[in-house]
């Protein structure tokens, strides 16, 4: 691990509230400290390479998209910046600059609510199968990666441990009623249409996304990341050709290389070579830097 990367924190003076995939989340009481670390997961399994300044481009660009989507929902996001944090952080300010947020703790709803709008992923083998998406009928004789008729809202479940399960909508209404479903839906269908455009006008196509929402104070708000490219699929616009896989700016790329190994997917994950590493940071902060206009904040550690 060289100085530009961060694999993880070790706050021992404050409680650690959980460690995910990705981020190191701390309680503050009422609130929470929540750090992008540089982690890589594919195929659910950490990889024990980092990607250089991966955590401040998925806290910044959440950020960006908190701030142009809060007319349609309120958001957890309190603060980035570290001399408004409490005071016992303020020795830490080298690690938290630039990659890191104060949030509301909020209680999270336990549903990945994703939004698709062309055919990817999961979603691709699905339609190959039944030709439907999560219960959703779709016209016959789509291609992989074509544009669907509008944006499905197609709602999975969310593991601690392993991959998260595809399921219908009805199955979510089961679990926490109509009401509370259609409203989850609504807003996730608003979010993407407002971002897709704004990032189609900046040459990124947004084929599908994943967002979290919690309840807070009685009302439902965004919560976790947003539109980065380790929730989404970005695909470069002036590429995009249906008919197969897209070029994109997320960690499909790594994704694809691990797919030429030998390796089961399951832990511990293989070292990727340096090219495969500079190659995604790249990639990183391009769509960074097309969808923002500006520099990534790096922290100096």
Request: with cysteine; aromatic share 10%.
């Given at each position: 691990?060289?100085?530009?990367?961060?694999?993880?924190?070790?706050?021992?003076?404050?409680?650690?509230?959980?460690?995910?995939?990705?981020?190191?989340?701390?309680?503050?009481?009422?609130?929470?400290?929540?750090?992008?670390?540089?982690?890589?997961?594919?195929?659910?399994?950490?990889?024990?390479?980092?990607?250089?300044?991966?955590?401040?481009?998925?806290?910044?660009?959440?950020?960006?998209?908190?701030?142009?989507?809060?007319?349609?929902?309120?958001?957890?996001?309190?603060?980035?910046?570290?001399?408004?944090?409490?005071?016992?952080?303020?020795?830490?300010?080298?690690?938290?600059?630039?990659?890191?947020?104060?949030?509301?703790?909020?209680?999270?709803?336990?549903?990945?609510?994703?939004?698709?709008?062309?055919?990817?992923?999961?979603?691709?083998?699905?339609?190959?199968?039944?030709?439907?998406?999560?219960?959703?009928?779709?016209?016959?004789?789509?291609?992989?990666?074509?544009?669907?008729?509008?944006?499905?809202?197609?709602?999975?479940?969310?593991?601690?441990?392993?991959?998260?399960?595809?399921?219908?909508?009805?199955?979510?209404?089961?679990?926490?009623?109509?009401?509370?479903?259609?409203?989850?839906?609504?807003?996730?269908?608003?979010?993407?249409?407002?971002?897709?455009?704004?990032?189609?006008?900046?040459?990124?196509?947004?084929?599908?996304?994943?967002?979290?929402?919690?309840?807070?104070?009685?009302?439902?708000?965004?919560?976790?990341?947003?539109?980065?490219?380790?929730s989404s699929r970005f695909w470069p616009k002036d590429q995009y050709k249906p008919g197969g896989g897209?070029?994109?700016?997320?960690?499909?790329?790594?994704?694809?290389?691990?797919?030429?190994?030998?390796?089961?997917?399951?832990?511990?994950?293989?070292?990727?070579?340096?090219?495969?590493?500079?190659?995604?940071?790249?990639?990183?902060?391009?769509?960074?830097?097309?969808?923002?206009?500006?520099?990534?904040?790096?922290?100096?550690?």
């Open positions: 691990m060289t100085k530009d990367e961060l694999h993880k924190t070790n706050f021992t003076d404050i409680e650690l509230f959980k460690r995910g995939k990705v981020r190191d989340v701390y309680n503050l009481g009422d609130k929470l400290l929540v750090i992008s670390t540089d982690r890589i997961s594919c195929f659910d399994v950490i990889l024990p390479t980092c990607i250089p300044q991966k955590g401040e481009v998925l806290t910044q660009l959440s950020l960006f998209w908190f701030n142009l989507t809060k007319d349609i929902v309120a958001n957890h996001f309190l603060s980035a910046e570290v001399s408004e944090y409490p005071e016992e952080l303020h020795k830490y300010g080298n690690i938290l600059k630039g990659r890191s947020m104060l949030v509301k703790k909020a209680k999270a709803i336990p549903v990945e609510c994703v939004v698709r709008g062309y055919l990817s992923g999961s979603g691709w083998k699905e339609y190959q199968q039944n030709r439907s998406i999560c219960g959703i009928k779709l016209p016959a004789g789509l291609r992989e990666s074509d544009k669907l008729p509008e944006p499905i809202f197609t709602p999975s479940t969310k593991e601690d441990v392993g991959h998260d399960i595809n399921v219908s909508e009805e199955y979510v209404e089961g679990q926490l009623g109509k009401g509370m479903t259609n409203k989850l839906k609504e807003i996730s269908i608003a979010i993407y249409n407002k971002a897709s455009q704004y990032a189609e006008s900046k040459g990124i196509i947004i084929a599908d996304t994943k967002f979290e929402f919690g309840i807070y104070e009685e009302k439902i708000i965004l919560i976790d990341e947003v539109l980065t490219p380790d897209q070029p994109s700016f997320d960690k499909q790329f790594v994704r694809d290389y691990l797919e030429t190994l030998t390796w089961d997917k399951t832990p511990p994950g293989p070292e990727l070579p340096d090219e495969i590493v500079q190659k995604t940071r790249q990639k990183y902060l391009q769509a960074f830097m097309m969808i923002t206009g500006k520099d990534i904040e790096v922290s100096k550690k």
